[in-house]
């Protein structure tokens, strides 16, 4: 979407506000815009761009159509635009030089070469679903269509002659301590607190430092440290992480009253036994999701646990750790939402205003549970191992399918393994719900954590790109009936394209931010960025021994021998990280202003290691 910001008054309301952020970021980062993407661009971008370039007004291409080309072209252009994962071309949403570097790559012998193309092939099968074996066959198809998108392109300039057609029992701020005022024992306390049951076993100076990383505040920081967490908590990061945002505030409640509590039993003075000052927790900045679902507190806790144990943490990659990462980055990208690039500016609610709150516990909810059990091995190894898990799922979304269906057995079995709905099960968060919302939340994080599945990325990068364009043009077309005595304003079309995108697409905004949190690795602060490339390389060659093992082929950037880091960071960053974050930068110029940067900087580092990794040999 290419917008003119225009100029904004200094009391232009929030839309000002967002227009000059747009304006901003364009003037501040090197990031480039969702048109000018080159290195992203595919041939759904291309055939918008021709379509959009013979329809522009005043050009002598649109002079000589008849008004049914119009139409039809107009037609054709919504029909791109709503195309998204149910398109049978997988390559039509591949970037094209990517598709490129896996078709001429193997005409090089250079070993820099063939390491790219290997990249290159991991990206398209993983994030594309291509098979490696039939690339070169459908790239055949793909480089095919492309020339008919290069012949349309050359005829608009000759268009004249070209025909082209849970409720609660008691006040969720008045629950005790487990009865620490009436000197019961830490055992019976534990049993009967909100808080996470390792807490308690926490010395007092992790309980503080652990009460102000869980913060409001510092849980919506996109710097947050999920491997100091792990080490702070004993290795329970999920449990503590999605605790404290799925029952925020009244998690950072109860935090806070615990170690004033605990403060005041240990001092001998006698003030310290005066009574503390009383905290609205209602008033705390948070979700809420508890009072509005009566989700039992300690059940939460249960069915955090239990899934935390539930993850492989022997995995060096798909563990524990990597699912409270996506929990936080996902909530840190949420909350980014409402704040503007700049500190000293007011708030944008816009989007959140339009987003129902059981949507929001729903995405949540999916980040928490969405690798759970994972194997540490990708669906493509479920394939072609014909695993138990690939027979039982058909071979589509094999782990993803997997993962939901064992967050749900977790939460509605009882000990008896019957599904127990209303039942007083241990782990059943969903107790005191209504039947219409243990259906809707169902629905919900079922489809979000189907849409974690990798295969699906570049469909889902241009959905988002085609909502955008698409909201655009209606606003522009609404705002040109509403206004015909002048031309519409920049700062109407792009409320008015913002509005219509947050409202119509809010879900999907909230499913693309859930697949962005989950390979936002690379876009973290450089030390955390590199100690994930690590972790998840050695998945990668763990997958490629047993690969090897079995016979199989080992995939690309699966084999030890031969994978070299900076230019598996390269290529995941040029072709899936950054410009998938580009585009969520276009709808939320906030988080383009904060996370953009650091991709170019995270890119320009492994650029200049794979210099000197070729200097030395």
Not at 360 to 374: E, S
Not at 428 to 446: D, E, F, Y
Request: charged fraction near 20%; include cysteine.
């Amino acid at each position: 979407m290419t917008v003119d910001t225009g100029s904004s008054s200094s009391n232009g309301g929030k839309i000002d506000r967002r227009a000059s952020l747009l304006q901003a970021r364009s003037q501040r980062s090197s990031m480039p815009s969702l048109a000018l993407a080159s290195q992203a661009v595919t041939k759904w971008d291309s055939s918008i761009s021709v379509i959009n370039s013979i329809l522009e007004p005043g050009s002598s291409s649109l002079q000589g159509l008849s008004d049914d080309q119009i139409a039809g072209l107009n037609d054709i252009r919504e029909l791109l635009l709503m195309q998204g994962e149910d398109d049978d071309d997988q390559t039509a949403h591949i970037p094209t030089d990517l598709l490129r570097k896996v078709q001429e790559g193997g005409k090089q012998k250079k070993h820099h070469d063939v390491t790219e193309r290997r990249t290159s092939q991991h990206i398209v099968a993983v994030y594309g679903g291509l098979e490696t074996k039939s690339t070169k066959e459908r790239l055949k198809t793909a480089f095919q269509a492309t020339t008919f998108t290069t012949l349309l392109s050359s005829m608009s300039v000759r268009a004249q002659t070209v025909d082209i057609q849970g409720p609660f029992h008691e006040s969720l701020s008045g629950i005790s301590f487990g009865g620490h005022n009436n000197g019961e024992s830490i055992a019976r306390a534990e049993m009967r607190s909100p808080l996470p049951v390792t807490w308690h076993a926490l010395p007092m100076e992790k309980r503080i430092e652990l009460s102000q990383l869980l913060s409001w505040e510092s849980l919506r920081k996109w710097d947050f440290d999920i491997f100091h967490i792990a080490e702070l908590t004993d290795g329970h990061p999920l449990v503590f992480v999605s605790w404290a945002i799925l029952a925020s505030p009244y998690s950072q409640y109860w935090m806070q009253l615990s170690i004033q509590h605990d403060q005041a039993s240990s001092s001998s003075s006698s003030s310290s036994h005066e009574s503390s000052p009383t905290i609205d927790v209602e008033k705390m900045e948070g979700y809420h999701f508890l009072r509005e679902f009566r989700i039992p507190p300690i059940t939460l806790v249960a069915y955090l646990y239990t899934i935390e144990d539930d993850y492989k943490n022997d995995n060096p990659y798909h563990n524990s750790t990597h699912a409270a990462d996506v929990t936080q980055s996902l909530h840190a990208m949420i909350q980014m939402t409402k704040t503007s690039a700049d500190d000293d500016l007011e708030s944008i609610d816009t989007f959140l205003d339009e987003i129902p709150s059981i949507q929001l516990f729903c995405i949540l909810l999916a980040a928490t549970v969405h690798d759970v059990q994972h194997p540490g091995t990708n669906n493509k190894y479920q394939i072609h191992a014909r695993t138990d898990l690939a027979l039982q799922y058909n071979d589509i979304s094999v782990l993803e399918n997997m993962h939901a269906s064992h967050a749900f057995t977790r939460m509605l079995n009882d000990a008896s393994n019957d599904i127990n709905l209303h039942g007083d099960s241990r782990c059943n968060i969903l107790h005191h719900a209504s039947q219409s919302q243990i259906i809707s939340i169902r629905k919900h994080t079922i489809e979000a954590v189907l849409h974690t599945d990798m295969s699906k990325h570049f469909a889902s990068v241009s959905e988002i790109k085609g909502f955008l364009l698409s909201a655009e043009s209606t606003a522009k077309a609404d705002e040109t009936t509403t206004q015909q005595q002048e031309q519409p304003t920049q700062r109407s079309i792009i409320e008015k394209t913002f509005q219509t995108m947050y409202k119509e697409h809010g879900w999907n905004l909230l499913l693309y931010m859930l697949h962005l949190a989950d390979i936002s690795n690379p876009a973290k602060a450089r030390d955390i960025a590199i100690r994930w490339a690590d972790c998840c390389l050695q998945e990668f060659f763990q997958q490629g021994d047993k690969e090897a093992k079995l016979g199989l082929a080992i995939s690309p950037l699966c084999d030890r021998a031969t994978t070299e880091k900076p230019q598996s960071q390269i290529g995941f960053l040029q072709f899936v990280v950054q410009p998938a974050f580009a585009v969520l930068g276009t709808a939320f110029p906030q988080i383009g202003s904060r996370i953009s940067p650091i991709i170019e900087r995270n890119l320009q580092f492994w650029e200049d290691e794979k210099d000197k990794s070729a200097g030395k040999s």
